[in-house]
């Protein structure tokens, strides 16, 4: 059996590992630079990267790298060996601080949306110590920040880091304007939820759609999908069991925090939820866990597809991103403790988000805006891409309350009462769940439900903490100013429910009737990722972004442009991966079957047969296939039309509407061949085959 305690982090460069093997300032003035924010002393760099180097050997490595996350969505790492010459034909065993510190690879290749010119192609990578250096590969991997050589971010976690210093900046100040001046630092904490699917490798194999573009672009509906709901919460299937065992022990290695596995709602369908960690470190780990989750299916002879939705007609996967803002002196600030009407502190901070994610709708809609989640938001499964907060009865009910003058009653004791007195009665949640709200407070926290499984966290979580941060600052004015501090705090709480309750919606966000209530009350519905990406230059956000420091205009311009080429580039990949299947696997295999159709049909007559079965059926399947040829035909044309689309925004647009749309077409008649065609002539597995093959 394995030892978790002692697996758990063996591969990580530690606190624990640090405060054995440093020299015992060394470690002090680390853990002092990394709980200020200040730059580290360059000279402690050496020794600390000599010890690093040490360890690491010990356990087996023989590389080193700068870890980092470009704009391309996942992790990129260059290997260094730690070889150097001694000069009589053997080598040493180096690494240096300055190697710890800075790394310079070329970022010619990465995406930077203009914000590097060829002649200043290196970037460079900055060690971030707030996160564990780690052991994966043989190699010793450092987390670092990703610039420019003229200082603009090419990467995710910059911006993360710096929107975590904003919002602490401004929860400190309020925190202090109330009087709690022991407060220095708050922390905002994420835990992600991660959904995913297995398929067998074989068989994935045999599928292009999934090897290029991650989900089947055909594929009939199976007898059988999801509507017994029996997978969700289901047995554990022995393949996926040990395919779970594995993936738990490599991230309980790293040192993530691996903590619910359970099978989704779709048949092949599962979900990993960690503890949860500070946004940066959980950003980190959730990129690791992804990376680790395909490594250990292929192990298995298995793929785990992480793609929004990798099968229509069945849930596609998202991710949950479990929010807090907790202080360093151990409080979670979203705990509305027994008595939340009289909690101002929660209430205050509540109303904060509150006010944040309704100014700020188009930036949360955009972050979690990709080809690939445009297929589940709005689609009855996920939650729709308009923008609302679910607080439950309780605290809407305070909220009215303050706002009208009227005393709050308090709220309904939920105990519940099993009837069965063996089982002892538990007392319920003050928020009750609704899984159809895109942004719900469950507790202590906001789970922000819109964001797609492939994605990484660090935007969506940049979003929310930099809005966050911008209203605290407006209140922290107000307090700072203010004699009477309760009171004020009281007053900003009323107002901003009053100018801002439009975002708070309890009811059921799936409904029909909501998109037009959503609609009265003036919400934004931006239904695709065309719709919601060009909102991220809006001078408003411009400036709040440089209000406190996250962004330029220029950086904003470029990730903008960099996530709308993206969109462009991954329907290409999709049409002229679907134009070459439809063209040189399905329709070739509807014409060799017609052949046989029509030769049974004419042996038949020669025997003074009537072969009206094989008649009808080659008549259908002639008709289809031809329908299907000429949906591709046009699926090419559009292809070539949009790329000489001038500008990046109408190009969006344009793959959008018109090959988003010829692809509909092209599967619409090929699915309806699949149903046609016997199994053992259609060139591809079905879905029936990928859904429940493991
Ligand atoms: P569920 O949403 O399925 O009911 P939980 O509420 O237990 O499950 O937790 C979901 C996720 O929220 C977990 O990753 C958990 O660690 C995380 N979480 C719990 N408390 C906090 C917090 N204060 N800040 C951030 N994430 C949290
Ligand atoms: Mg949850």
Redesign the pocket.
């Known amino acids: 059996m394995t030892n978790v305690p002692e697996l758990f982090g063996s591969q990580v460069f530690n606190d624990k590992v640090m405060k054995q093997r440093l020299p015992k300032e060394t470690y002090t003035a680390l853990k002092k630079a990394v709980n200020s924010g200040e730059a580290l002393d360059p000279a402690l760099a050496d020794t600390i990267a000599a010890v690093m180097k040490d360890w690491a050997i010990e356990h087996g490595a023989t590389h080193y790298t700068h870890w980092f996350q470009p704009m391309t969505g996942i992790t990129a790492e260059k290997h260094d060996s730690f070889i150097s010459p001694n000069g009589d034909g053997t080598v040493l065993m180096n690494f240096s601080g300055k190697e710890l510190i800075q790394g310079e690879p070329d970022a010619s290749s990465f995406p930077s949306g203009g914000l590097r010119s060829t002649f200043e192609a290196r970037g460079y990578t900055a060690w971030d110590p707030s996160s564990y250096a780690f052991i994966k590969d043989g190699a010793l991997c450092i987390p670092t920040a990703f610039i420019s050589y003229s200082g603009q971010v090419l990467d995710k976690k910059t911006p993360l880091l710096r929107s975590m210093k904003a919002l602490s900046r401004q929860a400190v100040r309020v925190l202090n304007a109330l009087g709690q001046t022991d407060v220095h630092h708050v922390n905002v904490?994420?835990?992600p939820?991660q959904e995913y699917f297995l398929v067998d490798k074989t068989l994935w194999k045999k599928r292009k759609d999934l090897i290029f573009a991650g989900r089947t672009l055909f594929g009939a509906r199976p007898p059988k999908g999801q509507e017994l709901e029996d997978h969700y919460f289901g047995e554990l299937r022995p393949r996926v069991i040990a395919y779970m065992d594995e993936l738990d022990s490599e991230l309980w290695k790293l040192g993530i925090l691996a903590k619910t596995r359970h099978n989704e709602v779709a048949p092949a369908q599962h979900e990993l939820?960690?503890?949860?960690a500070s946004v940066n470190v959980a950003t980190d780990h959730n990129q690791l866990t992804m990376e680790v989750m395909k490594k250990v299916a292929d192990r298995h002879g298995l793929v785990c597809l992480l793609h929004e939705k990798p099968f229509a007609g069945v849930n596609g996967s998202g991710k949950?991103d479990?929010?807090?803002i907790?202080t360093d002196t151990g409080e979670?600030l979203l705990d509305p403790g027994r008595e939340p009407e009289k909690n101002t502190r929660f209430l205050l901070f509540l109303s904060a988000v509150m006010k944040a994610v309704d100014l700020h709708q188009d930036l949360l809609r955009l972050s979690v805006a990709s080809a690939g989640n445009d297929h589940r938001l709005g689609a009855n499964e996920a939650p729709p891409a308009i923008i609302s907060m679910y607080l439950g009865n309780e605290l809407t009910n305070i909220l009215e309350s303050r706002q009208s003058g009227k005393a709050y009653t308090g709220k309904t004791e939920n105990k519940v009462q099993l009837g069965v007195e063996s089982i002892p009665a538990f007392m319920s949640d003050t928020t009750d769940r609704n899984r159809t709200s895109p942004f719900a407070f469950?507790g202590?926290?906001f789970?922000f439900r819109m964001l797609g499984s492939a994605f990484n966290i660090a935007c969506p979580n940049v979003m929310l903490n930099t809005s966050v941060a911008d209203v605290l600052g407006e209140y922290a004015d107000v307090l700072e100013a203010s004699t009477d501090k309760l009171a004020a705090a009281e007053k900003l709480i009323t107002e901003t429910y009053a100018k801002h309750k439009r975002i708070v919606f309890n009811g059921n966000n799936y409904s029909d009737e909501w998109t037009k209530e959503s609609e009265k009350r003036g919400l934004l519905n931006l239904k695709t990722t065309p719709d919601a990406l060009p909102l991220y230059s809006r001078d408003e956000n411009v400036e709040m972004f440089a209000r406190h420091k996250v962004y330029s205009r220029e950086e904003i311009v470029a990730r903008q442009e960099i996530l709308l080429e993206n969109y462009c580039k991954v329907i290409n990949i999709e049409a002229l991966t679907m134009i070459d299947m439809a063209g040189k696997q399905i329709i070739p295999a509807c014409i060799a079957y017609q052949k046989t159709l029509a030769r049974t049909a004419e042996s038949k007559k020669n025997l003074s047969f009537t072969a009206k079965t094989e008649l009808s059926l080659l008549k259908k399947i002639d008709a289809l296939t031809a329908s299907a040829f000429a949906a591709n035909d046009k699926l090419a044309d559009a292809v070539v039309r949009v790329k000489s689309v001038d500008g990046i925004e109408a190009q969006a647009c344009a793959y959008r509407d018109e090959v988003i749309a010829a692809m509909r077409e092209v599967r619409a008649a090929c699915d309806e061949l699949e149903m046609l065609i016997p199994a053992s002539e259609w060139p591809i597995p079905t879905y029936a085959d990928l859904l429940f093959s493991v």
């Open positions: 904490t994420v835990g939820e939820a960690p503890i949860f949950h479990n929010w807090s907790s979670n469950t202590n926290k789970e």
